[in-house]
C-alpha cells in the first residue's frame, strides 16, 4: 500500500475540489478559496507547480473542456481526477477519518463538545 | 468541514464571474497589474512559463480582484511574489518532473532565483578547473578593489562625509583680505565683521573668535590651555548644543559679567577625570576667575583646532577698534543662499566700509569660503583627488589584467561553448553562466579587497599627519562598503562582459576547432591600454618620490637635527610690561644655557614652521613702493642656536634697547628684491614703526612650510618689540630629545607658574610638516609598484597565450627554415609593438599628468624629462622581460608535434 501520509494540504484540497468534476486552475483555485472560507489561498506558482506534478504523478490528467465552457481562446486547460487519484484522495480522507474519530473520543473540537 | 458537492454550480465557465472581474479589471487598471505580473514570471524556467504563463496570469488577476483597499491589494503582491520565486526555486532544482529528479544540470533558458544557483554552482565549478588561473584574477582584483576601497574611506573622510554639524554646507569661514598687499585670506576685525553680519544680509548668523593660549593656575599644575575667546552666539551659528549645563547667552559678553567658560569634552576628562561636579566650579584663567557653565558633547569637534576651553568674549564687537585684523569669523548662511552670493554680498559691504572708515578700511575687502575648503585645504584636496585617480587606474588595470585571463580561457572554451549550444543552449544562456564566473570571482576578489582595505585604511589614517582637523572621521561603513560593492559590480561588467560575450559566439568553432585571432586582437588592444596606465601610474609615483626625497633633504637654512623648540607665555598680571618681560625672558635663557649639554639659546615670537604669518609692509628709503615682508622678532642667540648663518654685520637683541634707534636683520631674499645693488648692511628702511637701520644679513631659510620658498624677511629686536609668547629654540650638543624634560624643568626653576607647551625637536616639526607629502608619495610609490607588476603580468600573460594560439603557424615557420632565435625576435618583436603603442598613448596623457601634480609635488619640476625617462626605461625593460620569456618557449615548439597536432 503506498504511504500517503504525505499527502500535502494543497495536494489534497486540489484533488478534493477535482473530485466533483473537471476543473481548470483558476477554478480550482477559487473553489478551493470558497470552500475553506478563504483559509487556503493557492497562489498561482504553486497551484499550477501542484497540477504538474499530480500529473505526473498522474492523479491527475488533462482533459477536454467540458462543452460550451469558455476556454479564454483555449488557453484554459481542464483536469480531471485520475482512479489513483481517487485512490490517494479516498486513503487520505480515511486516515483524516480516523484521527478525527479518535479526537471527538476525547471531546476535542465542536462535534465533540458534550451535548 | 463543509464539503458539499455542488453538482449543479457552473463549473467550467463561470461566466458571470468572468464577466465581473473582466470589468472590475478595466476599473482599477488591473491590466497594468496583469503586464507587471507577467515580468515577474521570467523568474521561473521558460518551459514551465509557456506552459502555464497565461494561466497563472490569470488566477493571479483573480486573487488580485479579490483584494479590497491598497494594503491588501500589497499583501496579494507580496504573496504572489514569494510564491513565485519559491516555485521558481522548485522547478528549477526538481527540473520538470516528466524528465525525472535532478535534472538541474540540464541548462534551461529563462532568469531567476533558481537559474541563479544554478549558475552560481556551475561558475564555482567552472573556476575550481582552473584553479591557477582563477587564483591569479582573484588576487588581483581583490588588490585592486582593496586599494580603491581604502583610498574611497579616506577621500569619502574628507570629502563627501558631512561634516558633524547641522546643515554644514551652510557653515562659511570668512576672511579680510587687502589684495593690494596681496594679502588673502588673513584675520578679521570684529567691528568690521559685525557690520558684515548686519548688513550684508546673506547671514543667518556669524561668530566672531580668536585663538588664546590660556594659562590654568592654581591649581597643582600650571598648564596652557588652548582657548578660544568667542562672541556668545559661538556654538548656535555652528548648531551644536552643549552636552551638559548651558551655553554662552548674550549676557555673558556684557561689560562687567562675572567670567564663564565651557570646557571641551576631552578637557573635562583629561583634567577633571569627567567629573559632573565641576559645573558651577570656579577656574583661574589667566589669572581671572571663570565659572564652568557647561561642557560640549564626546563627538564635538571645532574645525581644525582642539581646544580645551572657551570663553565669552567681553564688549560689543562694534566697539573694536577698527583696524586691527586678529580675529576669525565664521558664520551660517541664510537657507538657500549660495557662497558665491554669500562672497559678492560681504564685498560689496567691504566696500562701504572702506568709505565710512577710509582712515583704517582702505584697500580690506572680505570674502567667503566654505568650511570643508577651509579644513582640507588645497594640497589634501589635490592629493585626494590625484589619488583616486590613481587608485581608478589601478583598479581599470586590475579588470584588464582578469579580463585578460578570462580571454586567455574564453579560447581554450570555445568548443565547450560551441558543444553547449549545439546542445540547445541559447547564447543568452552561455553569457549569463559565463558572467556567473565573474561574478563569483568578483564576490572573492571583493570580500578579499575589504579585509585589504580595511588595512589599508589603518595604514593610512594612521600615517596621516598630526595637523588633519578632528572633524575628519575615516570609517569603513556602510557608504564604504557600498562603495566597494559598487565596484566590485563595475568591475564584473568591466572584466567580464567581454569576455562572455566572445565566448559564447555562434557554433560556427565547433567546425573551425579552437583559434580566434579576434580575441588576440583584443587583448593586444587591452595591453596598449595596460602598459598606458602603468606608465602613467609610474611618472606619478615618481614624481611625488622625488619630491618627498627634495622636501626632506633640502637645504632648509638651519639645522634641524639638533634644536628643540619650547613655547612659552608668561602672564599679563604676572609680568606685566616690556621690561619685566625682557627681565624674565633674559633671565629664562640664562637658566637654558647654563644645562649641561646645551649649545645655544635664542627665542623668536614664532619659530618656523610654527606656523606664523606674521608680516609687516616696508618702504625703502627713497623710494614710496610698499612692499610686503615677512616679520619676525628675534632675541641675540636666535640666529646661532638655529644654526642660520649670519653672512654680514650683526644680530639684533637686548643692545638694542626700546629707547634705540630702530634696527633689523633682514634675508637674502629681501636685500636681492628690495636693496638691489645696495650693500644691505647700513641700508634704511621705512615701516610702520619709522626709519628701521638694516644691520645684518642673515641666509634665507624655510619658515612657512617645507614647501616654501623663503620670503623676503625682516628680524627685528625682542627687547624693541616685547611680544608676550615666543619660542625659545635651544640647541643640544648631541640628541636634543634627551634633554626635553631638563629643559622644562629649567623652564619652572625660574617660576614654576609658568606655562610651556609645544615642546619638540625642530626634527619632529618638520616630520610632521612632511608627513602629509610622505604619505601621498609612500601611496603612489605603492601604486607604482603595484602597476608595474599588473602591467608585467599582462603582457606576459597575453604573449604566452598568443604564443600558445600560434603554435601551429610557428611550427610551420620553423618547418620552412624559420631558426629559434628568429622566432624569438618574431614574437618579441610584436609584444614589443604593442607596449611601445601604450607608452607613446602613455607619454602622451603623462605630459598633463604631470603638470596636474606640481601642487603637491614640491620641489620637483613634474616636467623634468628625466622622471618621464626614468619611468619609460623601466616599464620598458619589465615589458622586454615579460615578452622574452614566452618568447623562448615558442622558440622550443617542436615543428613536427605542432603541425601533427592538427
Redesign the interface.
Known amino acids: 500500500v503506498p504511504n500517503y501520509e504525505l499527502l500535502r494540504p494543497h495536494w489534497f484540497q486540489i484533488l ?1 475540489a477535482l ?9 480550482i ?2 473553489e478551493v ?1 470558497e ?1 475553506t472560507e478563504g483559509e487556503m ?9 501542484s ?3 499530480l500529473t ?1 504523478e498522474a492523479w491527475i490528467r488533462e482533459t477536454d ?2 462543452e ?3 476556454t ?1 481562446g483555449g ?4 483536469y480531471e481526477i485520475t482512479a489513483e487519484g481517487h485512490v490517494a484522495l479516498a486513503a487520505e480522507v480515511d486516515r483524516l477519518a480516523s484521527w478525527v474519530r479518535v479526537a471527538r473520543a476525547r471531546q476535542v473540537g465542536r462535534g465533540g463538545e458534550p451535548a | 468541514v463543509s464539503s458539499e458537492p455542488e453538482p449543479e454550480r457552473d463549473r467550467g465557465g463561470r461566466k458571470h464571474a468572468a464577466h465581473e472581474r473582466r470589468e472590475h479589471e478595466g476599473r482599477t487598471g488591473q491590466h497594468a497589474a496583469r503586464r507587471r505580473y507577467r515580468r515577474l514570471l521570467a523568474l521561473l524556467p521558460g518551459e514551465f512559463r509557456r506552459r502555464f504563463g497565461a494561466e497563472m496570469e490569470d488566477t493571479f488577476v483573480a486573487h488580485l480582484s479579490g483584494a479590497r483597499g491598497r494594503a491588501s491589494r500589497l499583501r496579494v503582491w507580496a504573496a504572489a511574489l514569494a510564491d513565485l520565486v519559491g516555485a521558481a526555486a522548485r522547478q528549477r532544482w526538481n527540473g520538470d518532473p516528466g524528465r525525472g529528479r535532478g535534472a538541474g544540470n540540464v541548462i534551461t533558458e529563462g532568469g531567476g532565483m533558481g537559474s541563479l544557483i544554478q549558475d552560481v554552482r556551475y561558475a564555482v565549478r567552472g573556476l575550481f578547473r582552473h584553479p591557477l588561473t582563477a587564483a591569479a584574477a582573484g588576487v588581483t582584483l581583490a588588490l585592486g578593489i582593496g586599494a580603491a576601497t581604502a583610498i574611497f574611506s579616506v577621500v569619502d573622510g574628507l570629502m563627501l562625509r558631512p561634516l558633524p554639524y547641522p546643515e554644514p554646507d551652510r557653515l562659511v569661514v570668512v576672511w579680510a583680505e587687502k589684495p593690494d598687499q596681496g594679502w588673502y585670506e588673513t584675520d578679521v576685525n570684529p567691528a568690521d565683521a559685525w557690520d558684515w553680519r548686519e548688513r550684508a544680509g546673506v547671514f543667518d548668523d556669524l561668530a566672531v573668535y580668536v585663538d588664546r593660549p590660556m594659562a590654568l593656575s592654581g591649581a597643582d599644575r600650571p598648564d596652557l590651555l588652548g582657548g578660544i575667546e568667542t562672541t556668545p552666539n559661538l556654538f548656535s551659528v555652528l548648531g551644536v548644543d552643549v552636552a551638559a549645563g548651558r551655553a554662552f547667552t548674550p549676557g555673558d559678553a556684557a561689560e562687567g559679567a562675572p567670567g564663564t567658560a565651557v570646557l571641551a569634552h576631552g578637557f573635562w576628562q583629561r583634567r577633571f577625570g569627567g567629573d559632573p561636579e565641576v559645573l558651577g566650579r570656579e577656574l583661574l584663567l589667566d589669572e581671572r576667575p571663570h565659572t564652568v557653565i557647561g561642557i560640549l558633547p564626546a563627538d564635538f569637534a571645532f574645525l581644525d583646532e582642539s581646544p580645551d576651553v572657551f570663553t565669552a568674549s567681553r564688549g560689543d564687537p562694534t566697539e573694536a577698534a577698527r583696524g586691527a585684523h586678529d580675529h576669525e569669523a565664521i558664520a551660517r548662511l541664510l537657507p538657500g543662499v549660495s557662497a558665491a552670493a554669500a562672497n559678492q554680498a560681504v564685498r560689496d559691504v567691504a566696500r562701504a566700509l572702506q568709505r565710512e572708515h577710509a582712515d583704517t578700511n582702505e584697500g580690506w575687502l572680505a570674502s567667503i569660503e566654505t568650511v570643508r575648503r577651509f579644513l582640507l585645504g588645497d594640497i589634501a584636496l589635490q592629493a585626494s583627488l590625484v589619488l583616486a585617480a590613481a587608485v581608478g587606474l589601478l583598479l581599470l588595470m586590475a579588470c584588464v589584467n582578469v579580463a585578460n585571463l578570462l580571454l586567455a580561457r574564453a579560447g581554450a572554451r570555445q568548443t565547450e561553448m560551441a558543444v553547449r549550444g549545439a546542445l540547445g543552449a541559447g547564447r543568452g544562456v552561455l553569457v549569463r553562466q559565463l558572467l556567473a564566473e565573474s561574478a563569483v570571482l568578483a564576490a572573492v576578489g571583493g570580500l578579499a579587497g575589504v579585509v585589504l582595505a580595511e588595512w589599508g585604511r589603518r595604514v593610512i589614517v594612521a600615517g596621516l599627519p598630526e595637523n588633519v582637523p578632528p572633524v575628519f572621521e575615516f570609517a569603513l561603513d556602510v557608504r564604504v562598503l557600498g562603495f566597494a560593492l559598487g565596484v566590485t559590480a563595475g568591475s564584473v561588467l568591466t572584466f567580464g562582459l567581454v569576455p562572455a560575450l566572445r565566448t559564447a559566439r555562434p557554433a560556427a568553432t565547433l567546425r573551425t576547432g579552437p583559434r580566434s585571432r579576434g580575441s588576440g586582437r583584443l587583448a593586444g588592444a587591452l595591453v596598449v591600454v595596460q602598459t598606458a596606465l602603468a606608465l602613467l601610474l609610474l611618472v606619478a609615483g615618481s614624481v611625488l618620490t622625488r619630491s618627498l626625497v627634495a622636501l626632506r633633504s633640502q637645504d632648509f637654512g638651519w639645522r634641524a637635527e639638533r634644536v628643540v623648540y619650547l613655547r612659552v607665555t608668561p602672564s599679563e598680571t604676572r609680568y606685566p610690561a616690556g621690561a619685566e618681560l625682557d627681565a624674565l625672558y633674559r633671565e629664562l635663557e640664562e637658566r637654558l644655557a647654563s644645562v649641561p649639554g646645551v649649545e645655544g639659546v635664542g627665542a623668536i615670537q614664532s619659530a618656523p614652521l610654527q606656523g606664523s604669518n606674521w608680516g609687516t609692509t616696508v618702504r625703502v628709503a627713497g623710494t614710496d613702493e610698499e612692499r610686503p615682508a615677512r616679520v619676525g622678532y628675534v632675541s641675540d642667540g636666535y640666529f646661532d642656536a638655529m644654526g642660520i648663518a649670519l653672512l654680514a654685520g650683526r644680530t639684533v637683541g637686548s643692545r638694542d634697547g626700546p629707547d634705540e634707534a630702530q634696527v633689523a636683520v633682514v634675508n637674502e631674499r629681501f636685500a636681492q628684491l628690495y636693496l638691489p645693488g645696495v650693500e644691505p648692511v647700513g641700508a634704511s628702511v621705512i615701516d610702520a614703526s619709522g626709519a628701521v637701520q638694516v644691520v645684518g644679513l642673515v641666509r634665507d631659510h624655510v619658515e612657512r612650510g617645507v614647501n616654501r620658498a623663503p620670503e623676503p624677511a625682516l628680524y627685528r629686536s625682542l627687547t624693541q618689540h616685547p611680544i608676550r609668547t615666543r619660542t625659545l629654540a635651544v640647541r643640544a650638543e648631541g640628541d636634543p630629545s634627551a634633554l626635553i624634560e631638563v629643559l622644562r624643568q629649567a623652564v619652572w626653576s625660574v617660576d614654576g607658574d609658568l606655562p610651556v607647551w609645544d615642546v619638540r625637536t625642530l626634527a619632529d616639526v618638520v616630520e610632521m610638516r612632511v608627513g602629509g607629502f610622505s604619505l601621498i608619495a609612500r601611496l603612489m610609490g605603492g601604486f607604482a609598484m603595484l602597476s608595474l607588476v599588473l602591467g608585467a603580468v599582462g603582457i606576459y600573460g597575453v604573449t604566452a597565450h598568443g604564443v600558445g594560439q600560434r603554435r601551429h603557424e610557428i611550427g610551420v615557420r620553423m618547418a620552412l627554415g624559420a631558426d629559434r632565435a628568429g622566432v624569438q625576435r618574431m614574437v618579441v618583436r610584436q609584444s614589443l609593438t604593442r607596449a611601445g603603442l601604450g607608452l607613446a598613448v602613455g607619454i602622451a596623457l603623462a605630459i598633463p599628468l604631470a603638470g596636474a601634480l606640481s601642487g603637491i609635488a614640491p620641489g620637483v619640476d613634474p616636467r623634468d624629462p628625466r622622471l618621464l625617462g626614468g619611468a619609460l626605461a623601466v616599464l620598458a625593460a619589465v615589458a622586454l622581460l615579460a615578452s622574452w620569456l614566452p618568447a623562448r618557449r615558442a622558440s622550443g615548439v617542436d615543428p613536427v608535434r605542432a603541425l601533427s597536432a592538427e
Open positions: 478534493l473530485a466533483a468534476g473537471p476543473l481548470h486552475g483558476t477554478a483555485m477559487e478559496l470552500r489561498k493557492l497562489w498561482p506558482g504553486t497551484l499550477y507547480g497540477l504538474r506534478e505526473h473542456p467540458p460550451d465552457a469558455p479564454e488557453r484554459r486547460r481542464f
